[in-house]
């Protein structure tokens, strides 16, 4: 590791009373997502009490500089040593820029590392983006463990160009890009049998799953709907959507479908809702829990193809209509398949299935469950367990023969920590693993805040201005 020359302290403590107040309204305007230039509208009211404050073009010629080489500097000495997980991602913004985001996962937390903006997005680019930035942090190849990004092909590609120079890096292709890949596969099911089927717009398609919450949300209104579309139509029907929508509800035999079908996803959906909600969870060690779940869902899915739940509510509405209940059966049984379909495309070739498989021994209650679980062998995947340290043997063999109450693995971040006395080796390591990160949530809300930055009324910013609010914004606020 290179030594450094700069460290965060001496810098600091070099500014003088004007640049540490300067330095301050950068940090403040931006934590608050205010444009730098209203510093002049305010300046006349700072200028009453002090006459330190400078104008909005020393604000972003100097203080930004000085404030974002500040932050950068201390997170170029938090991750010093440090094992870190990468989370990639690209966006094309309002000026059609490619932005590319790069973050880094450690010690329970996320940071932005770099924004850089790339004229063609492949994997070659991608790659090279990757090994710059580590070795701008200075960062040792054995330290980078886990690669994170959606389902594109490039991305793929990029890993693997990676991998052979990052000797202990895994792929974690994002578990909730997935979900939502399974989830949409339910959409046919509001087609089918209808000829040109016309409901209110669905959420925004960006947002995972949001579909299925408008579903529920659409459930009790139905009829109300129906019968408003009716009255809107008998007031004024020269809108072409309002003509269409009437014609459908018109169609007793297409709204009962419909009717029944949301009925049916509403049911169903409340599993892949709440998976999706725990893979975006990011205030808690889940890592461990991971593959239970997915196996649940592959479960799931595939007792669905054979025989899908249905509940009584749908029985009910069948039976009262003189529905051939098998027909629907059929269809309810061909939405499983291709979820089923879909998932088993994605998540049986998981790349990090296995690894996350592995990370289980390190929730107690899993150890627990059947003595078999207790061979360290059988976790040789995680690198540490290949040839693991006498003290490590030693200290596995006490995990396993612990003899503890269920009740206190709820959390086990404060498990872990609490086992550093009498565990120092196995606890640091389940420290790193059961915090990996499991889906890209964090890059999303990366670019919520570039989006944020980048208005309307500030697309005339500079790219290195853009990169260095952006890695102030998200970094202050996270």
Same mark, same amino acid.
Request: overall charge positive.
């Given at each position: 590791?290179?030594?450094?020359?700069?460290?965060?302290?001496?810098?600091?403590?070099?500014?003088?009373?004007?640049?540490?107040?300067?330095?301050?309204?950068?940090?403040?305007?931006?934590y608050a997502d205010i444009p730098l230039e209203k510093i002049e509208k305010l300046k006349p009211f700072l200028l009453n009490y002090s006459g330190l404050i400078t104008g909005a073009n020393q604000l972003r010629v100097k203080y930004l500089l000085l404030s974002y080489k500040i932050a950068l500097q201390k997170l170029k000495n938090d991750v010093i040593n440090k094992i870190i997980c990468l989370t990639i991602d690209e966006t094309t913004d309002r000026c059609g820029r490619h932005a590319v985001n790069i973050l880094f996962s450690f010690d329970n937390k996320t940071k932005l590392a770099k924004t850089e903006f790339l004229s063609n997005v492949n994997a070659s680019s991608i790659s090279q983006f990757v090994m710059n930035t580590i070795h701008f942090y200075n960062i040792s190849y054995e330290n980078i463990i886990f690669f994170i990004s959606d389902n594109a092909s490039y991305m793929k590609l990029a890993y693997s160009n990676l991998s052979p120079f990052l000797p202990n890096l895994k792929y974690n292709c994002c578990l909730v890009h997935i979900l939502n890949l399974i989830g949409k596969a339910w959409e046919h099911l509001l087609q %089918?049998? &209808?000829?040109?089927?016309?409901?209110?717009?669905?959420?925004?398609?960006?947002?995972?799953? /949001?579909? +299925?919450?408008?579903?529920?949300?659409?459930?009790?209104?139905?009829?109300?709907?129906?019968?408003?579309?009716?009255?809107?139509?008998s007031i004024n029907h020269n809108?072409?959507?309002?003509?269409?929508?009437?014609?459908?509800?018109q169609n007793r035999s297409h709204v009962f479908c419909v009717k029944i079908f949301i009925y049916f996803?509403?049911?169903?959906?409340?599993?892949?809702?709440?998976?999706?909600?725990?893979?975006?969870?990011?205030?808690?060690?889940?890592?461990?829990?991971?593959?239970?779940?997915?196996?649940s869902l592959q479960a799931f899915l595939s007792s669905g193809?054979?025989?899908?739940?249905?509940? %009584?509510? &749908?029985?009910?509405?069948?039976?009262?209509?003189?529905?051939?209940?098998?027909?629907?059966? /059929?269809? +309810?049984?061909?939405?499983?398949?291709?979820?089923?379909?879909?998932?088993?495309k994605h998540i049986s070739y998981h790349p990090a299935l296995l690894f996350f498989k592995a990370i289980q021994c390190f929730d107690p209650k899993f150890i627990q469950s059947n003595s078999?679980?207790?061979?360290?062998?059988?976790?040789?995947?995680?690198?540490?367990?290949?040839?693991?340290?006498?003290?490590l043997i030693q200290e596995w063999a006490i995990y396993c023969g612990l003899n503890e109450s269920i009740e206190e693995f709820d959390d086990l971040d404060l498990y872990w920590r609490g086992k550093k006395h009498i565990l120092p080796e196995l606890s640091s390591l389940a420290l790193i693993y059961i915090w990996l990160p499991v889906s890209d949530i964090d890059i999303e809300r990366s670019f919520s805040s570039y989006k944020s930055i980048l208005s309307d009324r500030r697309v005339a910013l500079k790219e290195e201005n853009i990169q260095m609010l952006n890695f102030l914004y998200f970094n202050l606020i996270c």
């Open positions: 590791m290179k030594e450094r020359t700069l460290t965060l302290p001496s810098f600091e403590n070099t500014l003088n009373e004007q640049e540490k107040i300067n330095k301050e309204i950068v940090k403040a305007f931006t %089918n049998g &209808i000829e040109s089927p016309t409901l209110a717009p669905l959420p925004v398609k960006t947002r995972w799953n /949001s579909w +299925f919450l408008f579903l529920c949300w659409i459930k009790p209104l139905y009829f109300h709907l129906i019968t408003f579309v009716t009255a809107e139509y809108s072409k959507a309002v003509r269409d929508l009437y014609t459908f509800c996803i509403t049911y169903n959906s409340k599993r892949l809702i709440n998976d999706l909600e725990f893979f975006k969870i990011r205030n808690k060690a889940i890592a461990p829990f991971v593959y239970l779940r997915i196996v193809t054979r025989n899908p739940p249905i509940s %009584n509510e &749908i029985f009910q509405l069948l039976n009262e209509e003189n529905q051939d209940i098998a027909s629907f059966v /059929s269809l +309810f049984s061909r939405a499983f398949i291709l979820a089923n379909e879909k998932c088993e078999s679980n207790h061979n360290i062998e059988n976790y040789r995947i995680i690198k540490e367990f290949c040839l693991p340290t006498d003290t």
